[in-house]
C-alpha cells in the first residue's frame, strides 16, 4: 500500500487493505480549494463582460444574450469578520447563479458591503479606531472570507456604500422615503406634495 500524502512527516504507517490509499485531510482539501480558488482569480472565471464599454469582451468575443443578474444582501462590515449565517444566504444565491451560467446565461453575481448606520459607528467607538479605517480593513478581510468560501462574484462589481461615488444613492433613498407617506388605501408609497394638495383642497 502506498503512504498517504498527507501523513505527517516520519510517521510511521501501518499497512491496512481496508484503508484507502489516500487520505482526504482538512489540510488536503485546503490546498485543493486554495489552488482553484487562486486559479479562478488568475483567470478571472467569474469576470462578466459587458456588451460594450471597458468591460466588453474581446472584439468579436459574443456575449450570451439571456441575462441574469444576481446581487446578495450587503454584509455590513461593523465587525471584524462574517458570522455562521452570511454564507447561509451566499451560498444559495451562488448556486442559483452558477446553474445560470452554465445553461449559457450571462449572469452578473454581484456583492457590495453596507457600511452606513450604528453598527459601523458603534464598532468604532469600541475598538478606538476611525469609523472608515475600521470598516475598510473589515471589509478587507471578509473579502478574504467570502474568496475562502469559493463563491462566484464579480470583484470588479463590488463596492462599498462609504465610497464618496455610492454617496448619492444613499442619500437619495433618504430623499424619497423622506418625502413620500405611506397610503394605506392605496397600499403603496405616494408622493408627500400629493399629500399636502388633498389637505389644501379639503378632500
Known sequence: MTASPTAAPGSATQPDSDAPPH????????????????NWARLGTFNVANPVGSLAPPQGTPVPEDKLFVQDMFPYPSGEGLHVGHPLGYIATDVYARYFRMTGHNVLHALGFDAFGLPAEQ????????????????IVNFRRQLGRLGLGHDSRRSF???????????QWIFLQIYNAWFDTAAGK?????ELIAEFDSGA
Not at 462599498?160 to 444613499?170: A, I, L, N
Open 189 to 193: 408609497a405616494r408622493p408627500i406634495a
Open 123 to 138: 464598532y468604532a467607538v469600541q475598538t478606538g479606531t476611525h469609523p472608515r479605517s475600521r470598516t475598510e480593513a473589515n
Open 160 to 170: 462599498s456604500t462609504t465610497d464618496v461615488e455610492f454617496y448619492k444613492w444613499t
Open 23 to 38: 487520505r482526504y485531510t482538512a489540510a488536503l482539501a485546503s490546498r485543493i480549494e486554495s489552488t482553484w480558488q487562486d
